[in-house]
């Protein structure tokens, strides 16, 4: 018996322990600003050519993503932890041999050179999806009760990922005055990744997260409701019972109804795929997913570019000013994860059902949750006009760092609870999956964008582009499309603000 109650005490660390080790390690594709500048050195590359091998694994996450959150659902937590460990140890360290084996001297490099760039990085890219997945599936589903909290602290951490990459890169790998040697720095993430996510892997597999039978869903005023929508599918049966937790009898119910505030509004739209195609406001929301994120991971992955296309207004290590960057970007984005979701869940909670099947909010709302997709596309606006207007200097780009990641964790923070709320949350992994497409869209064009626009300011004779004139154009039109995006969450504020 004491050995039971011992074990059940130990497994839950033993997860947290390799959830927060996968988090920390994760975000090795978030890197690529600090070894930009290496490449360019060494390599000879071009700003088209490194904008590619970003997008390989910025962008390369999102098509893979509803594969690998089936490869979840059935095998469990450790397959996904189990293909970022090879995919990690492989990209990084397949990397670093191309970088390694370049002679110094070398004028140019082979196209083959740069294709096996972007495919290797590409194979960082899908090695974070899956470890992203894994990470937050095996808290999610090991704390059922505590959903919110167990998602929040293992995204946060993984937020964090960047930040403390870049210190080990900058402190162990940047000889004083150079750029990062960026083939020893991968060769290191290759051993680390590799040897973390296969630990971890054996932890998920002899700690497998509980499993729910649909005949098991405990009884609640939403019950037949449920069944009824995931009974013949189990995808979305799954997903129910992550979500009943939050919907079932451990709910809180209010006892008097003069004590709680409760507004009946609109149910949730549980449809099929073609109904969420055919509802036009689901694409209001997908062209603002797409220029909100498509323009914050344009500069996530070309900040490296940005603070080098400009003067140091000290004696500081142009290598540092990039690593510092990169750090604020990560802190403020953890920050925003950490704080607007609490701060969501206080001013516009979301709506349950409650006693006699009704559909309401259980408290007082203060503003609509689409309130906080208003203020993200004005941050990012203000940010890259700000950039415009007064940032001359490496080190006058904090604020473009420092905007974009609050705009960047404030976006998926908001996002599943709009979801939910607008099309309900038995479909929400499905729906979150389709928008996500969107930002792959985005990704790519206005990376593209910023590339071509930077290629055309390169001096004769030299590989990068020094100057404001490097991304002026992009972010002048940056600010425009933020704008836009603005007009439309204003929109769907109209529709939605008595809904979510």
């Known amino acids: 018996m004491r050995a039971n109650v011992r074990a059940s005490r130990i497994r839950p660390v033993l997860v947290c322990t390799a959830v927060a080790a996968n988090a920390i390690c994760a975000g090795g594709v978030y890197s690529f600003p600090l070894i930009a500048p290496a490449l360019v050195e060494k390599l000879r590359l071009t700003q088209p050519q490194l904008t590619t091998i970003a997008l390989a694994g910025m962008a390369g996450q999102y098509p893979f993503a509803a594969l690998v959150g089936k490869a979840i659902d059935r095998y469990g937590p450790w397959s996904c932890s189990f293909a970022a460990c090879v995919l990690n140890a492989l990209g990084f360290g397949l990397f670093a041999r191309e970088i390694a084996q370049t002679p110094a001297d070398a004028t140019h490099v082979p196209a083959s050179t740069f294709h096996l ?9 899908l090695a974070t999806v899956c470890s992203y997945f894994g990470l937050v599936f095996a808290a999610t589903k090991t704390f059922p009760q ?67 039978d649909a005949a098991d869903i405990t009884a609640g005023p939403s019950t037949s409701r449920r069944r009824s929508t995931s009974g013949d599918d189990p995808e979305a049966l799954s997903e129910t ?17 003069a004590s709680v505030h409760v507004v009946p509004v609109q149910e949730p739209q549980h449809g099929s795929t073609l109904d969420l195609f055919k509802d036009p406001y689901f694409w209001v929301l997908a062209l603002w997913m797409l220029l909100v994120v498509g323009s914050a991971e344009m500069v996530v992955s070309n900040l490296g570019s940005i603070v080098l296309s400009l003067p140091s207004a000290s004696a500081s290590n142009a290598s540092a000013n990039v690593a510092t960057q990169v750090r604020l970007l990560s802190v403020f984005n953890t920050l925003s994860r950490l704080l607007v979701g609490p ?39 203000a940010t890259f ?28 923070t908001v996002l599943p609870g709009v979801l939910s709320s607008i099309w309900g949350l ?53 600010t425009a499309t933020s704008l836009l995006a603005c007009g439309a969450a204003v929109v769907l504020w109209r529709r939605w603000k008595d809904r979510v």
Request: charged share 10%; net charge neutral.
């Open 426 to 478: 038995p479909n929400l992994g499905r729906n979150f999956g389709i928008i996500s497409y969107t930002a792959f869209v985005g990704t790519t064009v206005f990376s593209y964008i910023y590339a071509f626009v930077a290629a055309r300011h390169v001096p004769p004779g030299e590989n990068a582009c020094v100057g404001v004139e490097c991304w002026r154009a992009t972010f002048w039109v940056s």
């Open 343 to 381: 701060l969501a869940d206080v001013l516009a909670p979301v709506a349950s059902y409650l006693d006699g099947g009704v559909w309401a909010f259980s408290r007082r709302r203060r503003l609509s949750r689409v309130v906080f997709a208003v203020a993200t596309a004005l941050v990012l606006a």
């Open 385 to 412: 006009a700000w950039l415009e207007l007064a940032v001359r200097t490496q080190e006058a780009v904090w604020p473009l760092s420092v905007g974009t990641g609050i705009a960047y964790g404030a976006t998926f």
């Open 146 to 212: 505590y959903i919110g909290i167990a998602s929040g602290t293992s995204m946060s951490i993984f937020g964090l990922s960047p930040f403390f990459l870049s210190l080990v890169g900058s402190r162990y790998f940047t000889p004083p005055g150079q750029t990062l040697d960026a083939a020893r720095f991968f060769t290191f993430m290759a051993i680390v990744t590799g040897a973390v996510h296969l630990l971890s892997t054996l932890i998920f597999y002899a700690n497998p997260v509980p499993r729910q």
């Open 117 to 125: 760039l972007v495919l290797y990085f590409g194979m960082i890219g």
């Open 241 to 257: 019972e992550e979500a009943e937790p939050l919907l079932g009898e451990n709910t809180p119910k209010p006892k008097d109804p």
